[in-house]
């Protein structure tokens, strides 16, 4: 698990996905919060988290259903204009979502579908890091994922030291190793005669 101890990686997981039963399964009757018996029969819908979703997936006990932020209503309007839509609120993690639920469903334009979101969101996330005022700031990072508020403090924080060396911050920097002085030593050589 690449992102063990990772809490974002930690709460992308927990994310709900729609899921229904292939199977029946008896004593998980809490997973489905319409269930009378302590039982799910197959073909019950029902929201699991991702991580558990993921492996009865692997068991072949549930199909996944795609989430509805990768739906077409969400693709429509990151195809009219993507930085307009307010992905935080379909899915705070969009993209690493994106990313490990694609060879679980049917449907595999979702790579692509995200890799497009993100490259369209991508441009306008840097420009407004690199110009965007203080002030309008708040009003934009409400909007973005996990992923590409990480990248919009990455890029700010870049553009702020780039700044301050221009200005006029140290240059360069000495390595403080190179400051001490060693002692030379000469090898002996024996004397010739």
């Known amino acids: 698990m690449p992102g063990y101890y990772d809490i974002n990686d930690i709460l992308m997981e927990e994310e709900p ?4 039963f292939q199977v029946g399964a008896n004593g998980v009757g809490l997973l489905d919060p319409g269930a009378e018996t302590n039982s799910v029969e197959k073909g019950a819908k029902v929201d699991l988290p991702f991580w558990l979703a993921h492996e009865l997936y ?3 006990a549930v199909s ?12 429509k309007e990151i195809q009219a204009d993507a ?3 307010d992905l935080r609120i379909r899915c705070p993690y969009f993209y690493e979502l994106g990313c490990k639920i694609v060879p679980l469903v049917s449907d595999k334009s979702i790579g692509p579908f995200v890799r497009y979101a993100f490259t369209s969101r991508y441009k306008e996330i840097l420009s ?3 110009s965007a005022p203080v002030a309008t700031v708040p009003k934009f990072l409400p909007r973005l994922t996990k992923e590409e508020t990480q990248l919009f403090e990455a890029a700010r924080s870049s553009m702020a030291a780039f700044k301050k060396w221009r ?3 140290s240059r360069l920097e000495k390595a403080p190793i190179l400051g ?3 002692k030379t030593t000469f090898p002996i050589r ?3 005669p």
């Open 17 to 20: 996905i729609a899921v229904v």
């Open 58 to 60: 692997l068991r072949q």
């Open 64 to 75: 996944i259903s795609i989430p509805a932020c990768f739906g077409q209503k969400t693709r």
């Open 83 to 85: 930085a307009c839509v």
């Open 128 to 130: 407004k890091s690199h």
């Open 167 to 169: 200005v006029g911050g």
């Open 180 to 182: 001490r002085k060693r």
């Open 190 to 192: 024996p004397s010739t």
